[in-house]
């Protein structure tokens, strides 16, 4: 059994990485007599058996960016109150990083705060999106406008959710494995690199993978759990392009991918400012080990691109904060205007055509 347990903002943040963790997270549930578990109705084809051991009470929900809505959010509200769950009650989920957005969100607002569970059920949601307490929903359009920090009372990833899926959905969440590393951590890179898709793809190896990515994020987290030091800014490699793909394709390019190709085009960006070529060289490799689509940046208008970046929380003055990567395992922020960054993507394109 792998266990983290970790002080965040005077929090005692505890994590269970392992399989069949059903009888653990009963343990937990069942010490409150008001529960109540969210769970994604995708889960039910392959984990019916899984699912069934839990002893709590159930409500199948959708998932995906649409539930992150105050309409789901308003849902979810009222099937609290119908349920009379009180203050001293405890919700659950099980699922991806939208529902724990979601839940997490609802849980820090619902009789000004109820305690929550949280059993993230994508790679993405157990290396990343459960951990650090920020949670949101959508409006009018705009990403995680509404939201909180909020930390769930425990964390269980239970690695039989990955192994039972689709090979295609570990690869989201290997983007941010790899991000982390990149970021923070050569040797991890340099295990990331020995290895490929198939061969992560069984329990112990991704144990070892989930636990490295979280024991990063947690560090990274404690030092800035309110995003005011740009400590926390480090964790957005590859995010500034990489919303402006998800922005620009309504979502239709996912986040994985997009964050993945973010990489690529920021360390691009960065080695025309000046950085090392063999760094670019080395994440463009990374990202195509692990089977992760390169996006053509023909097919996309770089003006429109642009337009979103000027959106990014990261931008001053027409100056985005770039993170960067000065060696594998250390990184920093460069500061770089549009108008470079716009030469710059305009130079890939004619370079990838
Ligand atoms: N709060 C944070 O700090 C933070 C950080 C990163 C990302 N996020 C958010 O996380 C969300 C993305 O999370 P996600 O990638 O988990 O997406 P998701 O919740 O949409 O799940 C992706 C897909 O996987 C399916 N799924 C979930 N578990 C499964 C399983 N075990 N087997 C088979 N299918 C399964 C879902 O039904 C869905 O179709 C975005 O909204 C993003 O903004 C939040």
């Known amino acids: 059994m792998n266990k983290i347990e970790k002080t965040i903002n005077n929090n005692n943040i505890k994590i269970y990485i392992d399989n069949n963790l ?36 159930k409500i199948y929900v959708d998932d995906g960016e649409k539930i992150k809505s105050s309409l789901y959010f308003n849902m979810v509200i009222k099937k609290l109150l119908s349920r009379g769950i009180e203050r001293d009650g405890i919700i659950s989920y099980f699922g991806g990083g939208t529902l724990g957005d979601l839940i997490g969100y609802t849980s820090s607002v619902y009789k000004r705060g109820i305690k929550f569970i949280a059993v993230p059920t994508t790679l993405l949601s157990q290396v990343d999106s459960s951990i650090g307490g920020k949670t949101a929903i959508n409006f009018m359009g705009v990403k995680n406008a509404i939201g909180s920090f909020y930390n769930p009372e425990i964390i269980f990833d239970d690695v039989d959710f990955l192994v039972n899926s689709d090979i295609n959905l570990l690869k989201e969440g290997m983007s941010e494995v790899i991000k982390m590393a990149l970021i923070y951590d050569k040797q991890f890179f340099e295990y990331l690199d020995n290895n490929s898709l198939n061969t992560v793809y069984n329990s112990e190896s991704l144990k070892n993978i989930i636990h490295k990515s979280i024991n990063i994020k947690l560090d990274v987290v404690s030092r800035d759990f309110y995003d005011l030091k740009k400590i926390r800014y480090l964790l957005n490699f590859g995010h500034s392009i990489g919303h402006a793909i998800e922005s620009y394709t309504d979502n239709k390019i996912s986040h994985g991918v997009a964050v993945a190709n973010g990489m690529v085009m920021e360390s691009y960006i960065a080695y025309k ?31 429109k691109l642009i337009l979103y970046m000027k959106n990014d929380k990261k931008m ?38």
């Open 273 to 303: 400012s000046g950085y090392s070529k063999k760094l670019y060289d080395t994440i463009k490799n990374i990202i195509k080990k692990y089977n992760i689509d390169l996006i053509n940046f023909n097919t996309m208008d770089t003006e």
């Open 22 to 57: 059903e009888d653990k997270i009963n343990c937990k549930i069942n010490k409150y007599s008001d529960n109540i578990s969210f769970i994604i109705k995708n889960l039910k084809r392959n984990y019916k058996n899984k699912l069934s051991n839990i002893n709590s009470n």
């Open 316 to 353: 001053e003055d027409n100056i985005l904060n770039m993170v960067m990567i000065d060696d594998i395992g250390k990184s920093g922020i460069m500061k770089i205007d549009l108008n470079s960054v716009r030469r710059y993507i305009n130079l890939y394109r004619d370079e990838n055509k």
